[in-house]
């Protein structure tokens, strides 16, 4: 140790002792003696779902995965992001989720409990903002097959079922319960079971995926009477969608040539088969709505807006499943049990109009 006395302006001595350190002073035990490594402390931001929540949890709350949501904020973000950033704003994250909670458990107060900045009437105009650009994004999501290709990939997707040949999609219609709407027109809204819905009318292909969608008419309108005011009516009449193709329906609509129902009375074993065949390929649309219901229990336990916002959450909401459908991001066993859809018994057999084409298949596919 070496020692050093320097005199400051102002007269005042200092000793400074010098320490002579080298390299060479270090022994190879020094390596040993070395501190631990500091841990790198990652702080999370409590406000943010994608940090507070993991992969599961997330999922749960919002019925999507991280990444599908990053990529709807990808495409609709330009859509709801604030034009000024005064007053507060929310952000365009922020309301997408927001409004997927919403869809996830169909109460304000779900919504307001996990975004703490955000009242009931803010969450409200949110959730109307972010559905009405979603549900005017039907265009683009939700299309019955056009062009050949598509046509004959649908096709072979239904045959692959069971064996139904030229199928196109298959229809159905769901009850989606909502609140009194009051007025004159209220009791046009109760169903058959006794409570206030929306008939939506749906079709889907093999993968689930909707492909045509109704979403106006009151709970106490027929199927039959959906699909009869259709515009597909007319595309289908003049082979908008291939030459001999065709829909499957329950016994709730009436047989033509391009929708073909089960026979009530099946009498012959060819007419079973092609029964059970319909049964099993028909089948794609009770799952679809159970899917749909299930990845959006709004849809299942019943909404409270407005009838006007109650039609653009079922819209949005298909837009949504073809999003999931496309981006094969699938429910897993969690959400097995939620949602069950629970729909109104069909009515008795519809009269059959034309059995022509059902006969003719039958004859030479199920004999």
């Given at each position: 140790?070496?020692?050093?006395?320097?005199?400051?302006?102002s007269?005042i001595?200092?000793?400074?002792?010098?320490?002579d350190i080298?390299?060479?002073?270090?022994?190879?035990?020094?390596?040993?003696?070395?501190?631990?490594?500091?841990?790198?402390?990652?702080?999370r931001?409590?406000?943010?779902?994608?940090?507070i929540?993991?992969?599961?949890?997330?999922?749960?709350?919002y019925?999507?995965?991280?990444?599908?949501?990053?990529?709807?904020?990808?495409?609709?973000?330009?859509?709801?992001e604030?034009?000024?950033?005064?007053?507060k704003?929310?952000?365009?994250?922020?309301?997408?989720?927001?409004?997927?909670?919403?869809?996830?458990?169909?109460?304000?107060?779900?919504?307001i409990?996990?975004h703490?900045?955000?009242?009931?009437?803010?969450?409200?105009?949110?959730?109307?903002?972010?559905?009405?650009?979603?549900?005017r994004?039907r265009?683009?999501?939700i299309?019955?097959?056009?062009?050949?290709?598509?046509?004959?990939?649908?096709c072979?997707?239904?045959?692959?079922?069971?064996?139904?040949p030229?199928?196109?999609?298959?229809?159905?219609?769901?009850?989606i319960?909502?609140?009194?709407?009051?007025?004159?027109?209220a009791?046009?809204?109760?169903?058959r079971?006794?409570?206030f819905?929306?008939?939506?009318?749906a079709?889907?292909d093999?993968?689930l995926?909707?492909?045509?969608?109704?979403?106006?008419?009151?709970?106490?309108?027929?199927?039959?009477?959906?699909?009869?005011?259709?515009?597909?009516?007319?595309?289908?009449?003049?082979?908008?969608?291939?030459?001999?193709?065709?829909?499957?329906?329950?016994?709730?609509?009436a047989?033509?040539?391009?929708?073909?129902?089960?026979?009530?009375?099946?009498?012959?074993?060819?007419e079973?088969?092609?029964?059970?065949s319909?049964?099993?390929?028909?089948?794609t649309?009770?799952?679809?709505?159970?899917?749909?219901?299930?990845?959006?229990?709004?849809?299942f336990?019943?909404?409270r807006?407005?009838?006007?916002?109650?039609?653009?959450?079922?819209?949005?909401?298909?837009?949504?499943?073809?999003?999931?459908?496309?981006?094969?991001?699938?429910?897993?066993?969690f959400?097995?049990?939620?949602g069950?859809?629970?729909?109104?018994?069909?009515?008795?057999?519809?009269?059959?109009?034309?059995?022509?084409?059902?006969?003719?298949?039958?004859n030479?596919?199920?004999s």
């Open positions: 140790m070496e020692f050093a006395t320097i005199i400051n302006p007269g001595i200092f000793t400074i002792f010098m320490l080298s390299l060479s002073s270090f022994s190879s035990s020094s390596d040993e003696e070395e501190a631990p490594a500091r841990r790198i402390r990652f702080i931001d409590r406000n943010n779902p994608f940090q929540y993991d992969d599961i949890d997330f999922k749960m709350r019925r999507f995965s991280k990444p599908i949501v990053q990529n709807l904020l990808h495409m609709f973000g330009h859509l709801i604030p034009k000024t950033k005064r007053n704003s929310i952000d365009g994250l922020t309301q997408l989720l927001i409004t997927l909670r919403f869809y996830a458990t169909g109460t304000y107060q779900r919504v409990g996990d703490i900045n955000v009242n009931q009437s803010t969450a409200c105009r949110v959730i109307n903002r972010v559905t009405r650009h979603l549900a994004q265009p683009n999501f299309n019955m097959p056009k062009n050949q290709d598509d046509i004959l990939q649908v072979r997707g239904f045959y692959r079922i069971r064996g139904f030229k199928v196109i999609g298959a229809i159905d219609c769901t009850h319960k909502i609140q009194s709407p009051g007025g004159n027109n009791e046009l809204y109760r169903n079971k006794g409570f819905s929306i008939n939506v009318q079709i889907c093999a993968t995926k909707i492909r045509h969608i109704i979403s106006r008419w009151p709970g106490s309108v027929h199927d039959s009477t959906i699909f009869n005011d259709s515009p597909l009516i007319p595309e289908f009449e003049a082979d908008q969608y291939g030459a001999g193709t065709y829909l499957l329906g329950d016994s709730g609509y047989c033509k040539k391009y929708l073909l129902t089960p026979f009530l009375n099946p009498r012959t074993p060819a079973e088969r092609y029964n059970r319909h049964v099993a390929t028909r089948n649309i009770e799952r679809t709505f159970g899917v749909l219901k299930r990845r959006f229990p709004c849809l336990l019943g909404l807006n407005t009838v006007h916002v109650c039609l653009m959450i079922i819209v949005a909401c298909a837009v949504l499943h073809n999003i999931a459908i496309d981006s094969n991001d699938h429910l897993n066993e959400f097995e049990n939620q069950r859809a629970e729909d109104i018994p069909i009515a008795e057999g519809y009269r059959n109009e034309n059995t022509s084409i059902r006969t003719a298949l039958v030479t596919t199920f």
